[in-house]
């Protein structure tokens, strides 16, 4: 890694490719929005520059589709091979483009420049050797699927953000806590123990959050390897074209366009999972954001904040499905934090996952969680929570069972939590009191 005064972020993409011919594999940790997306689709060029073919894996279908069509926008004279599933249905992006085939088999692609496909489905590929690969989301593939599809490349690039949730499991893993090559680990994880000398690179800016935001992130969730915004105070601004009623909805709102973060805080209440005033809450800030006529200005320019530049975001899927069923236009994004993982938004409104509990279990109080919800904005984040968060941390301290083995994970999720609560207390807007 660089060490010394702070690399550019053209100086990283640079001294990665030059590692690439001397290792057998290179990581690059990349904070949010850091330009993951722009790195891997540079490598793909430069590596099928040399002529020699070239395997991308990521690890769902959406991220898949994407890097397809950043790589043939960017590079229209390469030809991308998508290999699938049988059952899956190209979207209609993807037809479009002349230079990309799809095909269940690699022998139905021809011979493309660059094949792309799921972590999933290229274990089902084992007739043929690459000398280059490229690992997009790579903290959010289990080594276990690693393992699977090793012997398929020479060399390979690793890029992902280890701030962000690990791989998601349904199967209990305590059986293999504190073994090296423990397959619900990240496959970086486990890569870097086998292999400590490998080079690690990391991103220094996020162009995503604003100067309003990377500070706290950086602070919250990577207190090691922390991060600059690509953009000054000032350089992002929002406004509310529309007047405002003087409620706390419009208050916090408000807020969030003067300072990028608000709090709108409900009464301190123990509620069932799907709160229905928090839900309410959540469903009106986004219609009242609408009706205000947001306009968002930055270094792209002014433009309006449309529904579709608008992402709300739950921990569990019936808080989602409760929020969709609050009648939102179904151009915003409702989802959970798993699903918004890798997405950007203009403004973005959170249910805190620890609102209204009698408890703080390991998944409310996971950091890649809140990390992944309060970084999706370019603007504001708005975060809806009932009073007593902080008292619900003080009975809950993290008190996770140390297992021999285990590397320790940072941050802790007890104080990653900490951090973003005593920040949004700066913003805090009372539901109770009009």
């Known amino acids: 890694m660089t060490t010394g005064q702070e690399p550019s972020p053209e100086q990283v993409i640079a001294d990665v490719l030059a590692d690439l011919p001397r290792h057998r594999g290179v990581v690059v940790d990349s904070p949010p929005g850091a330009g993951k997306s722009t790195l891997v689709v540079r490598a793909a060029a430069h590596l099928a520059a040399t002529g020699e073919p070239l395997m991308i894996v990521a690890q769902t279908n959406e991220q898949v589709d994407d890097l397809v069509v950043r790589i043939c926008d960017k590079h229209p ?21 002349a230079g990309v085939r799809v095909g269940t088999r690699v022998q139905d692609l021809g011979d493309p420049d660059i094949v792309i496909a799921t972590a999933d489905k290229w274990a089902w590929i084992g007739d043929r050797r690459w000398p280059w690969a490229i690992v997009d989301e ?57 292999n400590p000398d490998l080079p690690v690179h990391r991103l220094p800016v996020s162009w995503r959050l604003p100067a309003t935001a990377a500070p706290v992130v950086s602070r919250a969730f990577y207190p090691f390897t ?19 009623l003087g409620t706390p909805h419009d208050r916090a709102l408000e807020e969030a366009a003067r300072s990028g973060w608000a709090l709108l805080e409900l009464p301190n209440r123990h509620t069932v999972r799907t709160d229905g005033e928090a839900v309410g809450a959540v469903a009106l800030l986004a219609e009242r954001l609408l009706q205000r006529g947001a306009v968002a200005g930055s270094e792209q320019g002014e433009r ?28 915003i994004t409702v989802d959970t934090a798993n699903r918004l993982q ?26 890649g969680r809140l990390c992944v919800l309060a970084s999706r904005h370019r603007h504001a984040c708005v975060v809806v929570a009932r009073a007593g968060i902080a008292e619900l941390l003080d009975a809950h301290p993290s008190a996770e069972p140390v297992q021999l083995g285990v590397p320790v994970k940072f941050p802790d999720g007890w104080e990653a939590n900490q951090a973003v609560l005593e920040h949004l207390s700066r913003h805090r807007i009372e539901a109770g009191r009009g």
């Open 138 to 194: 790579a903290y959010q593939m289990r080594s276990d699927k690693l393992l699977r599809i090793a012997g398929l490349f020479e060399r390979a690039l690793f890029v992902g953000d280890p701030g962000q949730l690990d791989p998601f499991s349904i199967v209990d893993g305590d059986r293999w806590s504190g073994l090296s090559w423990d397959p619900l680990q990240s496959a970086v994880s486990v890569l870097l123990r086998h």
């Open 226 to 244: 922390g991060f600059r915004s690509g953009t000054g105070p000032g350089e992002r601004r929002m406004e509310l074209v529309t007047g405002g």
């Open 77 to 97: 004279h390469l030809t991308v091979g998508r290999l699938s599933a049988g059952a899956y249905a190209p979207p209609p992006r993807l037809l479009e483009l």
């Open 304 to 331: 309006p904040v449309t529904a579709d530049r608008i992402a709300v975001g739950a921990a569990h899927r019936d808080q989602v499905a409760a929020i969709r069923a609050a009648g939102l236009p179904p151009e």
């Open 342 to 367: 890798g997405r950007e938004y203009d403004v973005t409104i959170v249910l805190h996952p620890l609102s209204g509990r009698r408890d703080a279990t390991a998944f409310h109080l996971e950091s």
